[in-house]
T-cell receptor, first 114, second 115 residues
Framework: GAVVSQHPSRVICKSGTSVKIECRSLDFQATTMFWYRQFPKQSLMLMATSNEGSKATYEQGVEKDKFLINHASLTLSTLTVTSAHPEDSSFYIC??????????FGNGTRLTVT | DQQVKQNSPSLSVQEGRISILNCDYTNSMFDYFLWYKKYPAEGPTFLISISSIKDKNEDGRFTVFLNKSAKHLSLHIVPSQPGDSAVYFCAASSTTRGGADGLTFGKGTHLIIQP
């Protein structure tokens, strides 16, 4: 069964609104969670690394004020896309790492901004 | 600058034959490599990994080979089955940075298994 749950799987929102995506590790404590973005026919691009209880580390070129990440507990990280625009439409995927295990991925969120 | 390259966007293989997916990397700091399988609209699923101290790792029908000098790895699937049809991503990380890094992915290879 799924070990990382990502919600919602699809979301359509209007331009200017904010969208929150949740990522939960179901049966392990995830000290580190990662957020990726995938454009069509492109690789998964790491956006940010989130450690429980501390500020996220963003990759170069990713706006931290636009993509707010909160890792409030060892099982939950959230990504909020603030003031979304059509160019933010993409497939967002979270992953989580427990102790001595490879990354487990969520099923992704298809965001469409109209 | 793409640090992990999968130069074949797609690969078609007959059922029962061997599928070989290739991956090249440029960053010499990478020391841990993984293969993920991805179906449409789903997240990647871990398949198999290899540490740079090894040159081969086998798990059932899946074998990963690593050639450090060539900075090249490959995934062999034998025999190929229809359910193997998916996009396969090669990924790399540098554990010397404390294992805290996310993975660097290639663009993926779409494997199509023909009956």
């Amino acid at each position: 069964g799924a070990v990382v749950s990502q919600h919602p799987s699809r979301v359509i929102c209007k331009s200017g609104t904010s969208v929150k995506i949740e990522c939960r590790s179901l049966d392990f404590q995830a000290t580190t969670m990662f957020w990726y973005r995938q454009f069509p026919k492109q690789s998964l691009m790491l956006m940010a690394t989130s450690n429980e209880g501390s500020k996220a580390t963003y990759e170069q070129g990713v706006e931290k004020d636009k993509f707010l990440i909160n890792h409030a507990s060892l099982t939950l990280s959230t990504l909020t896309v603030t003031s979304a625009h059509p160019e933010d439409s993409s497939f967002y995927i979270c992953s989580a790492r427990g102790a001595d295990s490879p990354l487990h991925f969520g099923n992704g969120t298809r965001l469409t901004v109209t | 600058d793409q640090q992990v390259k999968q130069n074949s966007p797609s690969l078609s293989v007959q059922e029962g034959r061997i599928s070989i997916l290739n991956c090249d990397y440029t960053n010499s700091m990478f020391d841990y490599f993984l293969w993920y399988k991805k179906y449409p609209a789903e997240g990647p699923t871990f398949l198999i990994s290899i540490s740079s101290i090894k040159d081969k790792n086998e798990d059932g029908r899946f074998t990963v080979f690593l050639n450090k000098s060539a900075k090249h790895l490959s995934l062999h699937i034998v025999p190929s089955q229809p359910g193997d049809s998916a996009v396969y991503f090669c990924a790399a990380s540098s554990t010397t940075r404390g294992g805290a890094d996310g993975l660097t992915f290639g663009k993926g290879t779409h494997l199509i298994i023909q009956p």
